[in-house]
């Protein structure tokens, strides 16, 4: 098969799998909004969104640092890089759990609705991520993308058929709907298993001592600080509604299944970092910066064509879906699903941005960027208002910072690289 083939099957199988964790998230709100009182489903949804930030918030900067280190050298030994990885990655799922056991007394009452099960629920989740986006990091910097995919198609998958039955069974509860989502990262760590490490494997062209690890640890907590900050941008604001109207679950409710559905458009660009960073850390390692600046303006062309005309259907169409599907008696105005929509797009824009930043390894700008965004939209959340109007305001103003962060980050190295190698001539 062709380069250009094998690339575009490797897209569609992306695509497919994705569509199938989409459709598993979209579904288990679906149904609890269908099977759970009011204040159940608000939990359920923070719930999901807590995930979101504790999975792939957590662990996507593992995934992209393993990822850079396996590409930047082909046909290495794996063992050394992916062992620092793995060390690595156990710190964070440690931290993780003391966190959530710390903040437990607030956080079980005030979002999580009382359920304690839904604690050991997000603590099980997140070590099983780990290993989940660890071994992604393996397959994407090998570009064996339809394995990749393979495992997004075991999530969604999993994910979807344990929801179903927990609702078909009689079963529907709050932690059964946490279990199912956790059930997705576990099976999908299974599968990818032994693509990571086939039975009969290919002896490794040359052999070599992998990314030191203190170069990849510091790579991992920069950028893991700056994919936690994005997820929470990307996820908070419902969480924080929530916690705002404890006497208002219903409107409280409707937000978060608005927020999730006016973020759909995210699900068709979240492997794009997965696909870009091998590329792009070849472009750097050669100083193709020309290839880096063409591959990078044909995707926000991309996020342009897909975000834009995803915020005029949230808008349009929104409501009617929450009403129908997820049965919302009363959602938000299409304007509230429009701005919202809005923010999806600047930050998709600043997820196409992070990659470059992190092939050129300026981690440094994709975290300091992310970290702005998180302050002020932190600040504005607090602000005398509404809840949900704070939240619209914090997530427009602090996904505005984001992108605007990374764009000038990215200009600012290329410039400063261009001279370096005009001088060098």
Same mark, same amino acid.
């Given at each position: 098969?062709?380069?250009?083939?094998?690339?575009?099957?490797?897209?569609?199988?992306?695509?497919?799998?994705?569509?199938?964790?989409?459709?598993?998230?979209?579904?288990?709100?679906? !149904?609890?909004?269908?099977?759970?009182? =009011?204040?159940?489903?608000?939990?359920?949804?923070?719930?999901?969104?807590?995930?979101?930030?504790?999975? =792939?918030?957590?662990? !996507?900067?593992?995934?992209?640092?393993?990822?850079?280190?396996?590409?930047?050298? =082909?046909?290495?030994?794996?063992?050394?890089?992916?062992?620092?990885?793995?060390?690595?990655?156990?710190?964070?799922?440690?931290?993780?759990?003391?966190?959530?056991?710390?903040?437990? =007394?607030?956080?079980?009452?005030? !979002?999580?609705?009382?359920?304690?099960?839904?604690?050991?629920?997000?603590?099980?989740?997140?070590?099983?991520?780990?290993?989940?986006? %660890?071994?992604?990091?393996?397959?994407?910097?090998?570009?064996?993308?339809?394995?990749?995919?393979?495992? %997004?198609?075991?999530?969604?998958?999993?994910?979807?058929?344990?929801?179903?039955?927990?609702?078909?069974?009689?079963?529907?509860?709050a932690t059964g709907y946490g279990l199912a989502f956790m059930a997705g990262y576990a099976l999908a760590l299974v599968v990818a298993l032994p693509w990571v490490w086939p039975r009969r494997s290919p002896r490794p062209a040359r052999s070599g001592g992998g990314e030191p690890a203190r170069t990849l640890a510091r790579g991992v907590t920069l950028l893991g600080v700056a994919t936690l900050l994005s997820f929470a941008v990307a996820n908070i604001a419902p969480v924080v509604v929530t916690g705002r109207l404890p006497g208002e679950p219903a409107v409280a409710a409707a937000f978060a299944q608005a927020f999730v559905l006016a973020r759909a458009p995210m699900l068709v660009f979240a492997p794009v970092q997965a696909m870009l960073l091998p590329g792009l850390t070849t472009a750097a390692e050669r100083g193709a910066l020309d290839l880096m600046r063409t591959r990078v303006r044909q995707i926000l062309l991309a996020v342009t064509a897909v975000g834009v005309p995803g915020a005029i259907a949230a808008a349009v169409f929104g409501p009617w879906v929450l009403r129908t599907f997820f049965g919302v008696g009363e959602p938000p105005s299409p304007a509230v699903l429009g701005l919202l929509g809005g923010g999806t797009v600047l930050l998709m824009a600043a997820q196409t941005l992070q990659p470059a930043l992190v092939a050129l390894r300026r981690h440094r700008t994709v975290t300091t960027a992310w970290t702005l965004g998180t302050v002020l939209l932190a600040g504005l959340l607090a602000l005398p208002v509404h809840a949900v109007a704070a939240a619209l305001i914090a997530q427009l103003a602090g996904s505005v910072v984001v992108a605007s962060g990374c764009l000038l980050g990215l200009r600012s190295e290329l410039r400063r690289r261009a001279l370096v190698d005009a001088r060098e001539c």
């Open positions: 098969m062709s380069e250009t083939g094998s690339r575009l099957t490797s897209g569609v199988a992306m695509a497919v799998g994705l569509g199938l964790v989409g459709l598993a998230g979209y579904v288990l709100l679906a !149904v609890a909004g269908n099977t759970l009182p =009011p204040a159940d489903v608000a939990t359920v949804a923070s719930v999901y969104l807590l995930l979101n930030i504790l999975g =792939p918030g957590l662990y !996507v900067a593992l995934e992209q640092e393993t990822s850079r280190a396996v590409a930047a050298r =082909p046909g290495a030994e794996l063992v050394p890089t992916v062992r620092t990885a793995a060390l690595v990655g156990a710190a964070l799922v440690a931290t993780a759990s003391v966190v959530l056991a710390a903040t437990s =007394p607030v956080l079980v009452p005030r !979002v999580l609705g009382g359920h304690w099960g839904l604690l050991g629920v997000l603590v099980l989740s997140t070590a099983a991520a780990a290993g989940l986006f %660890l071994l992604r990091g393996v397959l994407g910097g090998r570009r064996r993308f339809s394995a990749y995919a393979g495992t %997004l198609g075991a999530e969604g998958g999993g994910r979807l058929a344990v929801v179903l039955a927990v609702a078909g069974l009689g079963a529907a509860s």
